[in-house]
């Protein structure tokens, strides 16, 4: 089904592990954002690209890096898992002018322990 | 920092009753969406106004965005036990450009009893 695929739904990761959250989509969307969840606090935007090779920091970028080899995938990059990104991370796409609303993924649940 | 703020955070109603909720933000913007989003779900967009419209309807959903007050409103008529989830609005900066990006609000949570 078209849409976009984040693996995996669900991880534990121990403090100062690295991990790589995975998105992709299949719609041909230029842009791609990364945001995280928490209790309280809404969706906080971590990274975003606007095309292949295009990438800018979003409100909260620390401990995070992100790259866009192709239309397709835009991965996340934790460097160095701390427990304060402990939280359920959404990854997003659009075409580049965003008039049809952004498509969701499923999320991804992260602790770190 | 967070564009827009949704007003309630909760709201409980009757099924069949009306549900509104508000946005307020607080610079200029190029359009304004509304999410959902069931619990442990990703968000799915509901409807997208523009900067240059005032009201915008789809099926049981009506929207409406008052530039001068920087605020906006999601009207469900007819509520159903199925539209309980978390309403989200978020703002567009609008442009095709590096810098160009949307920001959400916290949520409004709507609870609907049957």
Same mark, same amino acid.
């Given at each position: 089904?078209?849409?976009?695929?984040?693996?995996?739904?669900?991880?534990?990761?121990?403090?100062?592990?690295?991990?790589?959250?995975?998105?992709?989509?299949?719609?041909?969307?230029?842009?791609?954002?990364?945001?995280?969840?928490?209790?309280?606090?809404?969706?906080?935007l971590?990274?975003?690209?606007?095309?292949?090779?295009?990438?800018?920091?979003g409100e909260v970028?620390?401990?995070?890096?992100?790259?866009?080899?192709?239309?397709?995938?835009?991965?996340?990059?934790?460097?160095?898992?701390?427990?304060?990104?402990?939280?359920?991370?959404?990854?997003?796409?659009?075409?580049?002018?965003?008039?049809?609303?952004?498509?969701?993924?499923?999320?991804?649940?992260?602790?770190?322990? | 920092?967070?564009?827009?703020?949704?007003?309630?955070?909760?709201?409980?109603?009757?099924?069949?009753?009306?549900?509104?909720?508000?946005?307020?933000?607080?610079?200029?913007?190029?359009?304004?969406?509304?999410?959902?989003?069931?619990?442990?779900?990703?968000?799915?967009?509901?409807?997208?106004?523009?900067?240059?419209?005032?009201?915008?309807?789809?099926?049981?959903?009506?929207? #409406?965005?008052?530039? &001068? *007050?920087?605020?906006?409103?999601?009207? %469900? +008529?007819? $509520?159903?036990?199925?539209?309980?989830?978390?309403?989200?609005?978020?703002?567009?900066?609008?442009? #095709?450009?590096?810098? &160009? *990006?949307?920001?959400?609000?916290?949520? %409004? +949570?709507? $609870?609907?009893?049957?």
């Open positions: 089904n078209a849409g976009v695929t984040q693996t995996p739904k669900f991880q534990v990761l121990k403090t100062g592990q690295s991990m790589t959250l995975q998105c992709a989509q299949d719609m041909n969307h230029e842009y791609m954002s990364w945001y995280r969840q928490d209790p309280g606090m809404g969706l906080r971590i990274h975003y690209s606007v095309g292949a090779g295009i990438t800018d920091q970028p620390n401990g995070y890096n992100v790259s866009r080899s192709t239309t397709e995938d835009f991965p996340l990059r934790l460097l160095s898992a701390a427990p304060s990104q402990t939280s359920v991370y959404f990854c997003a796409s659009s075409y580049r002018d965003r008039a049809g609303g952004y498509t969701f993924g499923s999320g991804t649940r992260l602790t770190v322990v | 920092s967070q564009q827009g703020e949704e007003d309630p955070q909760a709201l409980s109603i009757q099924e069949g009753e009306n549900a509104t909720m508000n946005c307020s933000y607080k610079t200029s913007i190029n359009n304004l969406q509304w999410y959902r989003q069931n619990s442990g779900r990703g968000l799915v967009h509901l409807i997208l106004i523009r900067s240059n419209e005032r009201e915008k309807h789809s099926g049981r959903l009506r929207v #409406t965005l008052d530039t &001068s *007050k920087k605020s906006s409103s999601l009207l %469900i +008529t007819a $509520s159903r036990a199925a539209d309980t989830a978390s309403y989200f609005c978020a703002t567009d900066d609008g442009g #095709t450009g590096a810098n &160009s *990006k949307l920001t959400f609000g916290k949520g %409004i +949570t709507l $609870s609907v009893r049957p």
